[in-house]
């Protein structure tokens, strides 16, 4: 099993001092990351159209609750995985500032199979991105995540990421020791320079995109609408907190690709290093066995940001949700 490659992610701290060039790069990264791995958002939407109204809370009210128990990790049957082996997705990213309105890039995310020792049956999956032509004259980004998990669960067992944005690089390697418990992690940044360290995972802590899976295979029905739900993940030399809630079901259409029932969520990053923590996104996945991502918007400090996918293929279930 291959361990040695990378992938990236982009600071804010780190980006250049141009406003331009900042708001594209923050943009660019945060929607292509929410196109590649769903679940770990920074910034905020306050919006309860989906709620009937004597069931409506603000998202400020819910996210004051207690969190319910970490999402819990649980046997998933061959045929109930939301995926399969040559499953592709394809997202377009697309930024709002001013009069500036534009893609900004494009996202994809594969699926293949692998095997770990003892002949563990494995996913080996891929979330690749890359701002668009123009972009790259103001701040040009390259991301490539992987990551090996068991399909029996979704649990990580290496994970790799290289980022190139702008003259500022990262690049992350994790094993988790055993899944569920520590994470041996050797990470460079331009920041830290070269470091290892052990990681103090939990049965809740992730990579991106084993996050990203784990997320559609969640089984939504034992879940409750507006209640606040924790999970983690890591990257570089830390472990970062997340809350979702269900927020209910919506038919929106997605431009140049149709109509679908979808289910909702609101999602929020806990205050840390990297991210602010004060405000959510907004995410819509099919409403069916797939649990495809179809789109996704929330607001940022300057303009707005929103993603939709473009493309799909090698879906292992039908595509019940699609009306038209």
Avoid at 284 to 294: E, G, L, Q, S
Wanted: aromatic share 12%; with cysteine; proline share 5%.
């Amino acid at each position: 099993m291959r361990t040695d490659s990378h992938t990236m992610i982009c600071l804010p701290e780190q980006v250049s001092d141009v406003g331009f060039r900042q708001n594209a790069c923050r943009a660019f990264l945060f929607a292509l990351a929410c196109s590649c791995c769903l679940f770990f958002p920074m910034f905020s939407i306050h919006a309860q159209d989906v709620l009937p109204q004597e069931r409506q809370k603000s998202l400020e009210e819910l996210l004051q609750e207690p969190p319910r128990e970490c999402l819990p990790v649980r046997e998933i049957s061959p045929g109930d995985c939301a995926f399969d082996e040559g499953e592709r997705l394809e997202f377009s990213v697309r930024y709002v500032w001013g009069i500036l309105d534009s893609e900004v890039g494009k996202a994809s995310a594969t699926v293949a199979e692998a095997e770990g020792g003892s002949g563990v049956p494995l996913y080996h999956c891929i979330a690749e991105g890359r701002t668009s032509r123009f972009f790259d004259m103001f701040f040009k980004v390259r991301e490539r995540f992987e990551s090996w998990f068991r399909q029996s669960d979704m649990r990580p067992l290496a994970s790799s990421r290289d980022t190139y944005e702008g003259g500022y690089e990262a690049r992350n390697n994790y094993r988790w020791i055993r899944p569920g418990e520590q994470i041996e992690a050797d990470v460079y940044t331009t920041r830290l320079g070269d470091t290892s360290m052990v990681l103090p995972g939990t049965e809740c802590t992730f990579d991106l995109v084993s996050l990203f899976y784990f997320a559609r295979n969640l089984d939504f029905s034992n879940y409750e609408e507006n209640v606040k739900y924790p999970i983690s993940f890591a990257i570089d030399d830390g472990i970062y907190n997340l809350y979702f809630i269900i927020l209910g079901r919506e038919t929106i259409r997605i431009r140049g690709v149709g109509k679908f029932r979808t289910i909702k969520f609101a999602a929020r990053m806990v205050a840390g290093e990297v991210f602010n923590g004060d405000t959510d996104m907004y995410i819509w996945v099919t409403d069916d066995k797939n649990k495809v991502p179809v789109y996704f918007e929330s607001p940022i400090k300057v303009g707005s940001v929103s993603g939709r996918i473009t493309g799909f293929s090698g879906l292992k279930h039908p595509l019940d949700s699609k009306i038209d």
